[in-house]
């Protein structure tokens, strides 16, 4: 994986994809691995967190 900075961000994978798309391609085996890997981790962050802070009913 790259060392950029921007590398290390959903956003510059979606664009990848998007590129390759409008190129006429299919979006790179990389890119797909990528946004799995982030959609993986921020599941498990959220499952974490929720855990760990209960959800409270707001009275109305």
Same mark, same amino acid.
């Given at each position: 994986m790259p060392s950029a900075p921007a590398h290390a961000m959903p956003? &510059?994978?979606y664009a990848d994809? %998007?590129?390759d798309v /409008? /190129? %006429?391609g299919v979006p790179s085996g990389? /890119? $797909?691995l990528v946004l799995a890997g &982030?959609? $993986?981790a921020f /599941? $498990? +962050?959220s499952? +974490? $967190?929720a855990r760990r802070r209960p +959800?409270?009913?707001a009275a109305g």
């Open positions: 956003s &510059f994978w994809r %998007g590129r /409008a /190129a %006429g990389q /890119a $797909v &982030f959609t $993986v /599941a $498990v +962050l499952v +974490l $967190v +959800l409270y009913a």
